[in-house]
C-alpha cells in the first residue's frame, strides 16, 4: 500500500487485451454518466431558451449586449471549481479506502474555503469591471437602448448581476461534488432541472409578461442558483452524515489535500477560461475600423448560438470527466492501479463514440437550430455550416481531455498536463486569432473560421500527450492514498 507523501516508482500494468472498439463495463459507466448529463442537457436546454428569447425581444437588439455580459462572465465560472473539483478526487479517495465518515470534514472544509476565494475574486471583478469588458469591445456600439441606458452601461451592470451567481455557486458547487462522490447523481440532476424550470419562468416573467427592464433578466440564473442550493443543502444532510464530526469538521490535513488537488485543476480550468475569453475578444473585433457597428453584432452572436448549439456535446464530455474522476479516484483509494488504468481508458472510449453521434447528430440539425437562434439563411451558409463542422471535429479530440486528462487529475498527475495546457492553449486559443485578426487584418466570416481551426490546434496537441502519458503510465508514480 502506498502513502500519500511517498514516492512510487513507475510501475507496470497490464495492457487491456479486448479489442480497441469495445468496453467492459459501458453500463456502469452510462448509469453514472446519464444523469449528469441529464442535469447539464436541461441546463444547457433553458439557456438556449434564454438566448432565443433575447435574441428575439425587440427585434434582438439587446442580443449584442447580452453575448458579451455572458461570454464575460463564462471566464469565471472556473473560480468555484477550486475547491469542489479538490473535493470530488478526495472524496472518492476516501471512499475507496472506506472512511465514508470523513466525507463531512471535506464538504464543510470546502465549502468554508471556496466561498472566501470566491468572495475576494467576486469584489475585484466587481471593481474592475469596465475594465474587463472593454477588452470584449462593450464601447463600439453608441446608440441608446430602448431602456435608456447606453450599451455599455447595459453590458456593465448585466455583467454585474450576473457575477452575483459566483457566490451562489461557491457553496453550491462543493454539495454537488459530495453528492456525485457517492454517486447520487440523481438528486443532482433533480435539483439542476428544477432551478432551470424556474430560471425560464423567471425570465418569461421579466421579458415578455410584465415587460420589464430586460437587465433584470440577468438575475434569472442567481434566483436560480439560491434555488439549487437550498436543494443541495437538504440532500447532502440526507445522505452525508454531518453529525458524526460535529465540532471537529475542519480538517488542516484534508484542506491541504483539497487545495493541493483543486489548485492545480482549477488553474487549469482558469487557464482555459481566460483564453476563451482572449478567443472572444479577437471574434468581437472581427468587424475592421470603420465598418459599422452590425458587423461585430453578427460575427459574435453567430459564434455564441454555435457555441450554445454545441453545449449537449459539451455536456456529455463534462459528464463523462465527472465520472472518470470518480471512477478512477476510488480505485486508487483501493490501491488498484490496474483497475484505475482500465476505468480510464473505458470512459475514454465512451466519450469517442459519444463524439462521434453527437457530432453527426449536431450538423445534421444545424439549419433549423440556427434559424432558431435568429440567423438567416446567408449566415448559415456557408459560415454556420462550416463552423458546425470544425467544432465536431475538435469534439473528436476534446474526449481525451474530458476523460483521460480528469484521470490525470484523479490519481494526482497535476502539474505537468498544467504545463502543457498553458503552452497548446496559449498558441491555439491566444496568439494565433489574435495573429489572424491583428497580424493578417482577417476579418469577416473568414476571420472567424480561422480563428475556429486556429483554436482545434489546442486539443489535437493536447489529446496526443495526455493518451501518451495514460497508456505509458507515466501517472502511476504519482497515484497515492490520502491518509
Known amino acids: 500500500m502506498i502513502n500519500k507523501g511517498e514516492k512510487r516508482a513507475l510501475q507496470s500494468f497490464e495492457r487491456i487485451k479486448n479489442p480497441y472498439w469495445k468496453i467492459d463495463n459501458w453500463k456502469d459507466i452510462l448509469q453514472m454518466a446519464i444523469p449528469i448529463f441529464v442535469q447539464l442537457a436541461f441546463n444547457v436546454i433553458i439557456t438556449q431558451i434564454n438566448i432565443v428569447a433575447i435574441n428575439y425581444y425587440q427585434g434582438g437588439i439587446y442580443s449584442d449586449s447580452v453575448s458579451k455580459a455572458v461570454l464575460t462572465y463564462t471566464t469565471l465560472q472556473f ?14 479517495n476516501l471512499i475507496g479506502q472506506g472512511r465514508n465518515n470523513e466525507i463531512s470534514k471535506v464538504m464543510v472544509t470546502g465549502i468554508i474555503i471556496n466561498f472566501l476565494i470566491t468572495s475576494v475574486i467576486f469584489v475585484l471583478v466587481e471593481i474592475f469591471s469596465d475594465n474587463i469588458l472593454y477588452l470584449m469591445n462593450s464601447s463600439q456600439a453608441t446608440t441608446i437602448l430602448p431602456n435608456g441606458e447606453m450599451p455599455q452601461d447595459f453590458i456593465r451592470n448585466y455583467y454585474r448581476l450576473l457575477n452575483l451567481q459566483l457566490l451562489v455557486l461557491a457553496f453550491c458547487q462543493v454539495f454537488i461534488s459530495g453528492l456525485q462522490a457517492i454517486k447520487k447523481n440523481i ?17 418569461v416573467f421579466v421579458l415578455f409578461v410584465f415587460d420589464l427592464n430586460p437587465l433584470w433578466s440577468a438575475l434569472s440564473i442567481v434566483v436560480a442558483g439560491v434555488f439549487q442550493l437550498i436543494y443541495m443543502v437538504i440532500m447532502n444532510v440526507k445522505f452525508i452524515d454531518y453529525k458524526i464530526n460535529k465540532g471537529h469538521q475542519i480538517n488542516l490535513k484534508l484542506v491541504k489535500e483539497t487545495i493541493k488537488v483543486g489548485l492545480p485543476i482549477a488553474l487549469e480550468m482558469g487557464v482555459w477560461s481566460l483564453c476563451n475569453f482572449a478567443t472572444g475578444t479577437v471574434i468581437a473585433h472581427l468587424v475592421p475600423d470603420g465598418a459599422g457597428e452590425t458587423g461585430t453584432s453578427t460575427w459574435i452572436v453567430l459564434h455564441r448560438s454555435i457555441n450554445s448549439i454545441n453545449q449537449f456535446s459539451f455536456a456529455f464530455m463534462q459528464a463523462m470527466g465527472t465520472v472518470t474522476a470518480v471512477m478512477v479516484s476510488r480505485k486508487i483509494g483501493e490501491d488498484n492501479i490496474q483497475g484505475a488504468y482500465e476505468a480510464g481508458i473505458n470512459c475514454w472510449k465512451t466519450a469517442m463514440y459519444a463524439s462521434f453521434g453527437f457530432g453527426i447528430f449536431t450538423i445534421s440539425l444545424a439549419y433549423p437550430l440556427l434559424l432558431l437562434f435568429n440567423h438567416d439563411h446567408a449566415q448559415i451558409f456557408p459560415w454556420g455550416y462550416t463552423l458546425m463542422g470544425i467544432v465536431a471535429f475538435k469534439l473528436i479530440f476534446d474526449t481525451v481531455n474530458m476523460t483521460l486528462l480528469r484521470a490525470c487529475w484523479a490519481v494526482g498527475d497535476l502539474w505537468y498536463p498544467l ?25 469577416e466570416g473568414i476571420g472567424l473560421i480561422l480563428i475556429y481551426i486556429a483554436v482545434v490546434l489546442d486539443p489535437i ?3 496526443f500527450i495526455y493518451a501518451y502519458r ?5 501517472w502511476t508514480k504519482y497515484a497515492a492514498m490520502i491518509q
Do not use: Q
Not at 477550486?82 to 472518492?92: F, R
Not at 438528486?187 to 425570465?203: E, K, P, Q
Not at 498553458?422 to 489574435?434: D, S
Open 187 to 203: 438528486h443532482v440532476t433533480i435539483g439542476a432541472v428544477a432551478s432551470n424550470i424556474v430560471d425560464l419562468i423567471f425570465v
Open 461 to 463: 496537441s493536447r489529446s
Open 470 to 474: 495514460w497508456i505509458k503510465g507515466t
Open 79 to 92: 473560480v468555484p471549481t477550486l475547491i469542489a473539483s479538490g473535493s470530488l478526487v478526495v472524496c472518492g
Open 419 to 443: 504545463l502543457v495546457s498553458i503552452v497548446t492553449m496559449g498558441i491555439g486559443m491566444v496568439a494565433l486569432p489574435f495573429t489572424i485578426v491583428y497580424g493578417f487584418k482577417t476579418y
